[in-house]
């Protein structure tokens, strides 16, 4: 199954921000999450941040979301702890996209065109110093380097796709196939979570995992590896 540092990287890569805090006081939060793993907030003049100090420290609350049917349920709270720093002006554009993929905001375009000016928004980043998670059965600690030296998982595009086509067309077959494989009714059962290494499947509010015969290399793997779970009925 994925390690904790890679688990913990694939929630953060679809997570939102909720939450902000500098020197333990809560700020206004608009951001996402960069390539790296690394919050990416977009701040704008008169905010706690916007006249950054180096030794400020920040912590930055990620949550990953699931939706079932017509209810969010959480499916992982990640907190982000370290120190904001000023995203270079060549790397800037692309840590606005990371941002308006979670906050359509028209500001972005400011910060961009108006980059570096004393009143413009502004677009920071986190420089990692440990990452507090809380997700499932498991919770703990990463040091930067573990969190920032792991990938997400490379299915996991295709998997949030697949996962949401089965829980939107295909529950009927889902809740045969995990019956068949409990050996009983299984309840009400939704696809919670796919990767490379196995499916795991909410019944009557339980977390039930299973694994693939052999990790998925390719998204045709996977799709097959989940085709069999359906099918095992």
Same mark, same amino acid.
């Given at each position: 199954?994925?390690?904790?540092?890679?688990?913990?990287?694939?929630?953060?890569?679809?997570?939102?921000?909720?939450?902000?805090?500098?020197?333990?006081?809560?700020? $206004?939060? +608009?951001?996402? &999450?960069?390539?790296?793993?690394? $919050?990416?907030?977009?701040?704008?003049?008169?905010? @706690?941040?916007?006249?950054?100090?180096?030794?400020?420290?920040?912590?930055?609350?990620?949550?990953?979301?699931?939706?079932?049917?017509?209810?969010? /349920?959480?499916?992982?709270?990640?907190?982000?702890?370290? =120190?904001?720093?000023?995203?270079?002006?060549?790397?800037? +554009?692309?840590?606005?996209?990371?941002?308006?993929?979670?906050?359509?905001?028209?500001?972005?375009?400011?910060?961009?065109? +108006?980059?570096?000016? $004393?009143? @413009?928004?502004?677009?920071?980043? *986190?420089?990692?110093?440990?990452?507090?998670?809380?997700?499932?059965?498991?919770?703990?600690?990463?040091?930067?380097?573990?969190?920032?030296?792991?990938?997400?998982? $490379?299915?996991?595009?295709?998997?949030?796709?697949?996962?949401? /086509?089965?829980?939107?067309?295909?529950?009927?077959?889902?809740?045969?196939?995990?019956?068949?494989? *409990?050996g009983g009714d299984a309840?009400?059962? =939704? *696809? =919670?979570?796919?990767? +490379?290494?196995?499916?795991?499947?909410? @019944?009557?509010?339980?977390? &039930?995992?299973?694994? =693939?015969?052999?990790?998925? /290399?390719?998204?045709?793997?996977?799709?097959?590896? %989940?085709?069999?779970? %359906?099918?095992?009925?």
């Amino acid at each position: 199954m994925l390690t904790i540092p890679e688990r913990i990287r694939t929630l953060a890569a679809s997570a939102s921000v909720a939450r902000l805090s500098v020197d333990g006081a809560p700020t $206004p939060a +608009r951001g996402g &999450v960069d390539e790296r793993g690394r $919050p990416v907030l977009l701040v704008r003049p008169g905010e @706690a941040l916007h006249g950054l100090r180096d030794d400020a420290v920040v912590a930055v609350n990620l949550t990953a979301m699931r939706l079932l049917g017509q209810v969010t /349920h959480p499916r992982g709270l990640i907190e982000v702890q370290g =120190w904001a720093q000023a995203v270079p002006e060549s790397e800037a +554009r692309a840590a606005a996209v990371a941002v308006a993929a979670h906050t359509a905001d028209e500001a972005l375009f400011e910060a961009l065109e +108006r980059y570096g000016r $004393p009143n @413009a928004p502004r677009l920071l980043r *986190l420089d990692v110093g440990q990452v507090v998670y809380l997700t499932g059965q498991d919770s703990g600690v990463l040091d930067a380097d573990d969190y920032l030296d792991a990938a997400p998982d $490379p299915l996991a595009t295709t998997a949030e796709r697949a996962l949401a /086509h089965i829980n939107e067309s295909h529950r009927a077959q889902l809740a045969g196939g995990v019956a068949k494989q *409990l050996g009983g009714d299984a309840g009400d059962v =939704w *696809l =919670w979570e796919l990767d +490379r290494y196995g499916a795991t499947v909410r @019944a009557d509010e339980q977390l &039930v995992r299973f694994a =693939w015969p052999a990790p998925a /290399h390719t998204a045709l793997c996977l799709e097959t590896a %989940l085709r069999g779970l %359906l099918c095992a009925c």
